[in-house]
């Protein structure tokens, strides 16, 4: 079971005693530190001056004033006057406290506290917390609280682990999350002769209670609205509520005054409950109780309104009525006074006049509605209630029903039974009212034309795997939610990976109800599961959705946290239908990841469960991120959007072995985590459990089928191996086509193969393999027309049967088989489960137009045929049909046995046909597609070898049936224009030597049987690698570098000679272990073209050596002072200072040092003339010439 999202403790339930106190004597005890504070006094008093008195007082404080929280002086209290005292009393003497809607009032901690004469309001974050302390005990009598507010909690008491008793006191306005009034956990509290109401909206009742017990006496709740159970909500307690009142309260969810949850015993007596409204379930008391029981006595309920439980509704537990009256209240669907289930249920004494069902076309159910339990009614009296078509005052379900001395009148029918067993006393009295017993309802027809899909799908593609993908980058994934206090993730889970797949195929967001699937499967819904109250397994929401329960809008079953119950809804063109749902395998270690990473990029967020408790140890609130290193199995449904393979190991309170980890969206609303997401890491140990639940959705299949015939009406349970056939028998409900079949495999490429029978003759046989692990929706190749009444079976074989164990749905004999060899069948009703193996139809046509999909050899003369029938399959000739092949539109016309056809001259390759029958008169037009699949006679693959290795080109050649061309048939390759003739061996390939020069060619290979071509790619790869083109400066120490490739594709070792040509002369080098050779250059500057030579194998390169010196030429005259020049660079070009330079003029040589930039500079001082200088550096020289005029 999925663990619900839940923040209170589970507590003993105990009974409240109660107290006698002696009076306090103020004159004894009153404190004497200021006379002025007990005087009268106009002016307002401030927190701190308050603060100053009680904390300053001994036994007793006096108000004598009111005090308001002041800004200015008061900041040190906004969390409320704190004191701790025993044994105390604060006299308000009608005085009042305000705390500004900024400050709570009081913060106490004691024992023996009293409050009195006392008007508290305005306060913020509640008014008043009552802390535990050793036998607490605190009292409030005739104290107003009012208009006090909490964005949390609480609006007005906080009681923790403590005792309060509450007399003559008034709570109005207030507001808070979980209370409106008094919140307690493992508390008692007693309230006397007080009153409740309050016009501003709650979440929650005025009273809530999580553990402990709580007395109500002579009090009234009027005239307020909350979102769930008004006046009194309480978990694992014991209430007792007498002589109250209940009037005008509305809820807009669940439970209009009281509701109870888990363990819980209530106790209502003398009660009054008028006029109490609540949208969804439970008009006054909603009481959902594993354990515990309900007792009401001697009350009335008047005027409730509901969709269930006009009154009372009830799930689980013992529910006792005795000598109360019910009267004008109303259901919208069921249960106009009462709705139970799994209740046990007795009603004595009582009556129920004028209480209804609104809605009267419902098939089942009445304005007492018990299901699965014991029911009991003795001396009571039934007037004029009216239920559905099947049920008036009194239904049950998979109930015992035993009804005594009890009078009927105006009902018309007292009592409608559905699988239920009745004993009905003699002395029952009808006056013409009806008994309908041993009635029997099986739903396994789903009647329903879906939202038509417009398929615009996203398509997202990676070369490889990125290191971070999120769905929310490409607006895949819809809006975080909150599942609050109902244990609904899997829900959640579920409608968000369906959101999640809807928006990749269609662009459009859906918001799903949750609330619906919920309600739906669990047990106290008739198509629901067995066992499931709250939490689910994770499989049952695609049991929802493959079942064609939903999904629906949420605008038609908003989320309810407290009610179980919603209507069985089947409207038209409101729903999806998922056809396919796909379950992922599980992950066997911490990087076995890539099926999710791809699953996600296919299909969209999906489903995945996980282990989350004990958050304080694994949960990092500051980075969102979880990391569980534990045993414990998943019990969280969430939804999976993304992954990060670089998210930090530090990021988790207990670093897990590596970075990584999964982004997930969880349910608990955009305050938690991440804006409502977090972290996993890829180590998490639950979410590597061998036996988890994965799912995500398909919607390549938008057939737009109308019936879903279907026996089972759950999930499904397991994969029975014991048998391999299965078989369901069903009948037409109306004239239709048999379009697909659906069921579950349990892994991808199962080969599976069924038969399709009508009125026990075989009408189609169809094979193929499964797609993926999970539902999957089974397309007929031609469709089987149906009548209404025939009977029609499928018999499936090659997937261990999937069952439903567990659906509520009764199994009907004869219906649902299993065989081990299919020829000896067991009828699996008799074992209380059914196959799930659903048959889907479309809207019978005047013309049904069949065609199957083709697969062909290229030109092999196989023709795409088209048979033309009416409605009951029979051929009619003469009518046209439009074939549209490739683009082109083809007529033909039937012949006299209905069939039509085209040749197929296609290229290889996969098509689509589309055929078109246009509909006479009034008839529709009919359209049906198929594929066609052009297979290749020449198989061939890509080669890419090395440069005269051994690998050469082999292609296989076949005929028209695929079968291997005869040996020493002669075929044709053809590579850049040159044709070459081959002969194929005994296997119909024929082999090609390729010594080709390095490069990539087409090779194309001829089938001399069809003139088919096909062509594959021919690399030749070069034995001398990572060669390049050299520029270097004049001897520096680059090298030109070859690398040598052996055949084998792998660099050669030491050793190798490689041959290196530089204008004609020839170098020859070793190559070293990792197969490099090089070449030292030492030319002089200028421009160079070099070959490298292995194995046959040239590659040719430019090398540019560039000077290390330059100068120009020098005009001057005579002594004008110019000097030579010449610049020095290093073998990186740099300027290459502190270096001799030595220069030639007519045999006389100089050495010059070049400076910071390189330059050598040498006066001259000659005659007029012609010169040449010779500049030289390291084995470089370079010439000027140097012309001096007079």
């Known amino acids: 079971m999925i663990e619900m999202k839940n923040k209170l403790i589970f507590f003993s339930l105990i009974l409240l005693v109660l107290f006698t106190v002696s009076a306090v004597s103020a004159e004894e005890n009153m404190a004497d530190f200021t006379d002025d504070l007990l005087t009268a006094d106009s002016s307002n008093g401030n927190f701190n001056d308050l603060n100053y008195g009680i904390n300053e007082s001994l036994n007793e404080f006096k108000l004598a004033r009111d005090y308001v929280y002041d800004e200015d002086t008061d900041a040190n209290f906004t ?30 901690t004691g024992s023996n506290i009293t409050l009195k004469n006392l008007i508290i309001k305005n306060a913020n974050n509640g008014a008043i917390s009552l802390n535990p302390a050793a036998n607490a005990v605190y009292y409030m009598d005739n104290v107003t609280i009012q208009n006090c507010s909490s964005q949390e909690l609480y609006g007005g008491i906080n009681v923790v682990e403590s005792n309060l008793i509450v007399t003559n006191s008034q709570f109005i306005s207030n507001t808070g999350i979980d209370a409106a009034d008094i919140l307690t956990n493992d508390g008692n509290v007693t309230v006397l002769k007080s009153t409740f109401e309050g016009g501003n909206e709650t979440k929650w009742a005025h009273i809530a209670f999580y553990g402990g017990a709580l007395i109500v006496e002579n009090s009234t709740f009027a005239n307020s609205v909350s979102r769930y159970s008004n006046a009194i909500y309480g978990e694992n307690v014991q209430i007792t509520v007498r002589n109250t009142k209940f009037r005008n309260l509305t809820v807009y969810e669940t439970a209009g005054a009281i509701a109870v949850k888990k363990q819980a015993n209530l106790i209502v007596s003398d009660c009054e409950f008028t006029n109490i409204t609540a949208y969804k379930d439970a008009g006054a008391i909603f009481a959902d109780i594993a354990l515990g029981s309900t007792n009401i006595i001697n009350s009335t309920f008047n005027g409730g309104f509901v969709e269930f439980g006009g009154a009372i509704m009830q799930l689980g537990g013992d529910l006792t009525i005795s000598n109360s009256n019910f009267k004008d209240n109303q259901a919208v669907f069921d249960g106009g006074a009462i709705w139970t289930s799994y209740a046990n249920v007795t009603i004595e004494n009582s009556t129920f006049e004028k209480n209804s069902n609104i809605k009267k076309d419902a098939e089942i159910g009445g304005v007492l509605y018990f299901d699965n339990g014991n029911i009991i009614i003795r001396t009571s009296t039934f007037i004029d209630n009216h239920g559905s078509s099947n049920g008036d005052a009194i239904f049950t379900f998979d109930s015992k029903l035993t ?139 695609v049991g929802y959705l493959v079942n064609w329960y939903g999904p629906y809008p949420t605008a038609w079953d908003p989320y309810d946290e407290l009610g179980k119950v919603s209507s069985h809804i089947n409207i038209e063109n409101k729903s999806i239908h998922v056809q396919d749902a796909v379950f992922l395998p599980s992950r066997q270690n911490a990087m076995d990841n890539d099926v999710f990473k791809n699953a996600l ?328 597609e198929n594929t066609i699949t052009v297979l290749s006679t020449i198989y061939g693959n890509d080669l890419v070898k090395m440069f005269r290795n ?80 050299l520029v270097k400066y004049y001897r520096n120490d680059s090298q030109y570098v070859v690398r040598i490739i052996g055949d084998d594709g792998n660099p050669v070792g030491a050793n190798e000679t490689v041959t290196f040509n530089i204008n004609g002369v020839m170098y020859e080098r070793k190559t070293n272990e990792s197969g490099y050779a090089k070449l030292n250059i030492n030319l002089q500057p200028g421009n160079y073209i070099i070959t490298a030579m292995y194995g046959g194998c040239n590659v040719a390169n430019n090398i540019t050596v560039k000077p290390i010196l330059n100068a120009t030429d020098v005009t001057m005259k005579y002594r004008d002072g110019t000097q030579f020049k010449a610049s020095l660079v290093d073998g990186q070009g740099n300027p290459y200072a502190d270096q001799n330079v030595t220069f030639n003029i007519n045999g006389v040589f100089y050495n010059r040092e070049t400076d910071s930039l390189g330059i050598a500079k040498l006066n001259i001082n000659l005659m007029a003339g012609e010169y040449i200088i010779t500049s030289m550096y390291n084995n470089a020289a370079i010439s000027n010439k140097i012309t001096i005029s007079a």
């Open 601 to 928: 990029i296919e299909y969209g967020a999906f489903l995945v469960t996980m282990y989350f408790g004990e958050s304080e140890t694994y949960f990092n609130q500051e980075t969102a991120a979880r990391y569980y290193n534990g045993a414990k199995n998943p019990n969280h449904a969430v939804t999976l959007v993304g992954w990060d393979d670089n998210f930090s190991a530090s990021n988790f309170l207990i670093t897990p072995p590596g970075d990584g980890a999964w982004i997930i969206k969880n349910s608990w609303g955009t305050e938690w985590g991440d804006g409502g997401y977090f972290y996993m890491s890829y180590y998490d140990t639950s979410f590597m459990n061998q036996f988890p639940f994965y799912a995500a959705y398909l919607f390549n299949n938008t057939v737009p089928y109308t019936k879903n015939y279907q026996t089972d009406a759950g999930q499904l349970t397991v994969n029975n191996p014991v048998y391999m056939y299965y078989s369901n028998v069903y009948t037409a409900l109306e004239d239709d086509l048999i379009a697909a079949v659906g069921t579950y495999f349990d892994d991808s490429n199962i080969e599976y193969e069924f038969d399709i029978y009508v009125n026990g003759v075989l009408k189609h046989t169809q094979n193929g393999t499964s797609p993926f692990a999970g539902y999957h929706t089974v397309k007929l190749t031609q469709y089987i027309p149906i009548s209404a009444n025939d009977t029609f079976k499928v018999v499936f074989k090659g997937n261990p049967i999937p069952v439903d164990a567990t659906s509520r749905q009764h199994r009907m004999l004869n219906t649902s088989f299993g065989s081990l060899d299919g020829v000896v069948w067991e009828d699996l009703a008799l074992d209380d489960v059914t196959a799930i193996l659903k048959v889907y139809t479309l809207p019978m046509p005047e013309v049904i137009i069949q065609a199957e999909d083709v697969v062909m050899y290229y030109k092999n003369g196989t023709r795409f045929a088209v048979k033309v029938l009416d409605g009951h399959g029979n051929p009619l000739s003469n009518e046209s049909i439009s074939i549209t092949l490739n683009g082109v539109a083809y007529n033909r016309t039937s012949d006299e046995n209905g069939f039509a056809s085209i040749a197929i001259n296609l290229p290889v390759g996969n098509y689509t046909v589309d055929v078109l029958y246009v509909g006479k008169g009034n008839s529709s037009n009919v359209t049906v």
């Open 403 to 541: 009804l005594e001395n009890s009078t009927f009148k105006d009902n018309g029918y007292a009592v409608y039974s559905v699988f239920g067993t009745n004993s009905i006393s003699d002395d029952i009295i009808l006056n013409d009212d009806l008994i309908s017993s041993n009635n029997t309802y099986y739903s396994t027809i789903v009647v329903n034309e879906g939202v038509e899909l417009e398929i615009n799908s996203t398509v997202i593609h990676f070369d490889t795997l990125p290191d971070k993908f999120d769905l929310r980058d490409y607006g895949l994934v819809g809006p975080v939610r909150d599942q609050g206090y109902m244990g609904s993730c899997w829900t959640f889970a579920t409608s968000s990976a369906l959101e999640s797949s809807l928006l990749k195929e269609t662009g459009q967001l859906y918001d799903f109800s949750q609330d619906h699937i919920q309600n739906t499967m669990l047990q106290y819904s008739i198509w629901g599961v067995k066992g499931i109250v709250e939490g689910a397994q994770a499989a049952t929401g």
């Open 950 to 1029: 051994e690998s050469q080109y082999y292609a296989t050649f076949l005929d028209g049936e695929g079968n291997p061309l005869a040996n020493g048939t002669e075929v044709k390759f053809n590579i850049n224009g040159v044709m070459y003739e081959r002969k194929v061996n005994e296997n119909g390939t024929a082999r090609l030597n390729i010594n080709l020069n390095q490069g990539t060619y087409i090779i194309t290979a001829i089938n001399p049987l069809n003139g088919e071509m096909a062509s594959n790619n021919i690399t030749v790869l070069p034995k001398i690698t990572e060669n390049s083109d």
């Open 79 to 108: 969390g409320g006057i704190a004191f701790s005292k025993n044994n105390f009393m604060l006299d308000g003497n009608g005085h009042s406290i305000d705390g500004n809607n900024i400050a709570r009032i009081f913060d106490v």
